[in-house]
């Protein structure tokens, strides 16, 4: 099976690193130097890389940013590769280009196969690609959360399903229960709400409102207030257009416009153009005597109605009642009362509604109790096997009496849910703690791995936890930075062996400041710093033969050129490789 492999980082201004390369390689790869030196900025580096968070601390004294680019082989059709795809990154020759760039004032950018991406899919890419392990790391195992998490995961399926019922069922219970919570502490203020809104819907009721109705009547209002003045005015036009009885010797515009069309069709026959003319003047003469007939009608209709006025006003007045507290106009004030209504009913219904909910609510804590059961059954199974594999592993690890247990309980709280005859609480995973016991030797106590375990026995109990997982769930890429604190003499060379174990099937970088775990890598790279206290592009070097047995000896003796470190040195690497 081809795995995803990390080919070589560049980091820039990033620490004590000015500019360097970090050239990595399949299988087992340690980096070592001299304390301070800069070698966990390798996994700073690629942390960032990873979707980590940016710390503007980080940025080197006097640079405006540091950048860490990452090329990462990815399989073609893995996850990775489609995700990446998916945001539009192109790969090249099977590479995937990593780049993350925090500056001095704390912004972060990220690009991934050329494209600039959110920090996020970095994050998300790192699941599938990339177990980093650092100090904190060993830290985060002492918290029960994460010990759950680390058995959920070792558990797949078996624990997976049953939680995602778990989680569906869980979220629904939480909503109900903040439903029937709002309405029971805000029934009084629920009631007032009511109360006003039969208020309004009484009150629009008793008008009886129409759409487009004030407009109507607004039009209305204004032709009734100027009756007078607008029956005037159609007179006016009448005599103007067809002449006043009252006054048969004037001329009025009917008469002119007949006679210039008399005129005209006397003549009309003798040029095409003046024919024209007097059929327009014809038509002007029909649309006169149109206008003059309506202006007539339109007189005679109307009629100074001061009753109908004071009714319209009288009306309008009930109108502007509602649209000053309900809408601005009547169209709106309909919607408001629509939409009160149907809130009305919903406020109206809360008896129904709080029956219906506790009823949910009691079948959900019936159906979250069987889940959760569920979930104990399959964790209490799981923990037995990981206990086991992970006891074994240990065994592997210089600690061939240790023993490894898994505690699986439940806290009684009143307000949880009843299984088997216990009320116990629970929460978004299920009812269970889960704790990591160890008993370190024969006759010890279990204890809590956060209280029994010392600082060389917690890094050894997360590598054998780590192990565990390449056997059901790997990753292509483990980083372990420190992972042999406090450990050494035949410990740390049994760290070096499983490490060089688990670069069989996967690809490790180690930090470390171990000779016997660096002696098993496939490759080892020294960070070392200037005379100036930066880590340059010659900083960081690959070290094969002598200049590999000059640093084993360093770290074992702090000294080069020690006759008797060098063949321990030499000692170390002849083992090693004799064991591989």
């Keep these: 099976m081809v795995l995803s492999v990390l080919e070589e980082m560049r980091i820039r201004s990033l620490g004590v690193i000015d500019d360097a390369v970090v050239e990595l390689s399949p299988g087992f790869t340690a980096v070592t130097g001299e304390t301070g030196a800069g070698k966990t900025m390798v996994v700073t580096s690629l942390g960032l890389l990873l979707g980590g968070r940016a710390d503007p601390a980080l940025v080197r004294i006097g640079a405006k940013s540091a950048v860490v680019e990452g090329r990462l082989t990815v399989p073609a059709g893995a996850a990775a590769a489609l995700r990446a795809e998916e945001a539009g990154a192109e790969l090249d020759d099977g590479a995937l280009l990593i780049s993350r760039t925090v500056s001095a004032e704390g912004r972060s950018r990220a690009h991934l196969g050329g494209r600039s991406v959110p920090v996020g899919l970095l994050a998300e890419l790192a699941d599938?690609?990339?177990?980093?392990?650092?100090?904190?790391d060993q830290q985060g195992l002492l918290k029960p959360a994460r010990q759950r998490g680390a058995l959920d995961r070792y558990a797949g399926d078996a624990v997976a399903g049953p939680l995602d019922k778990y989680t569906a069922v869980y979220r629904r219970l939480r909503a109900v229960n903040a439903e029937l919570e709002e309405i029971t502490t805000r029934a009084r203020e629920r009631a007032q709400e009511a109360d006003m809104l039969r208020f309004g819907l009484d009150e629009i009721a008793a008008v009886e409102p129409r759409t487009g109705e004030d407009v109507e009547l607004a039009a209305e209002a204004e032709r009734l207030g100027h009756a007078e003045a607008l029956a005037s005015a159609a007179t006016a036009a009448h005599a103007a257009l067809a002449g006043n009885p009252e006054d048969p010797e004037g001329v009025d515009a009917s008469t002119l416009v007949a006679g210039a069309h008399r005129v005209l069709?006397?003549?009309r026959s003798h040029d095409s153009a003046l024919a024209s003319l007097a059929e327009r003047i014809g038509e002007v003469g029909i649309l006169?005597?149109?206008?003059?007939?309506?202006?007539?009608?339109?007189?005679d209709d109307l009629d100074a109605d001061p009753l109908r006025l004071a009714a319209v006003e009288e009306r309008r007045a009930a109108l502007t009642q509602l649209t000053r507290k309900y809408g601005e106009d009547v169209g709106a004030v309909l919607a408001w009362a629509e939409a009160g209504a149907a809130r009305l009913a919903e406020l109206e219904g809360d008896d129904d509604r709080l029956g219906d909910l506790t009823a949910e609510r009691d079948?959900?804590?019936?159906?979250?109790?069987?889940?959760?059961?569920?979930?104990?059954?399959?964790?209490?199974?799981?923990?037995a096997r990981f206990a086991?594999?992970?006891?074994?592993?240990?065994?592997?690890l210089a600690m061939p009496h240790a023993r490894v247990t898994i505690d699986v309980r439940q806290t009684d709280d009143s307000d949880g849910v009843e299984i088997d005859g216990r009320t116990v609480a629970y929460g978004p995973s299920g009812v269970d703690e889960v704790e990591l016991l160890l008993a370190p030797h024969p006759g010890a106590p279990p204890r809590p791995i956060a209280k029994g375990a010392s600082g060389g026995e917690l890094s050894r109990v997360m590598l054998a936890v780590e192990v565990v997982f390449a056997g059901t769930d790997p990753v292509p890429t483990y980083l372990f930075d420190e992972v042999d604190a406090g450990v050494g003499g035949k410990a740390a060379v049994e760290i070096g062996r499983r490490l060089a174990k688990l670069a069989k099937s996967a690809q490790v970088v180690v930090v470390t400041h171990l000779p016997q775990v660096a002696a098993f890598a496939d490759r080892q790279l020294l960070v070392e710093k200037t005379h100036d206290g930066s880590v340059t592009r010659s900083g960081v070097q690959v070290l094969e033969g002598e200049d590999r047995v000059r640093e084993l000896s360093r770290m074992l003796a702090g000294q080069e050129d020690s006759e008797t470190a060098r063949a321990h040195a030499e000692e170390l690497l002849a083992a090693a490789r004799t064991d591989g």
């Design 388 to 396: 086991a594999a992970v006891t074994e592993e240990l065994a592997s």
């Design 128 to 136: 599938d690609l990339v177990a980093v392990h650092g100090q904190s």
């Design 288 to 299: 006169l005597a149109d206008v003059a007939g309506e202006l007539a009608g339109y007189a």
């Design 265 to 267: 069709e006397t003549v």
């Design 363 to 383: 079948a959900l804590r019936t159906e979250l109790a069987g889940l959760a059961r569920e979930l104990t059954e399959a964790r209490a199974e799981t923990a």
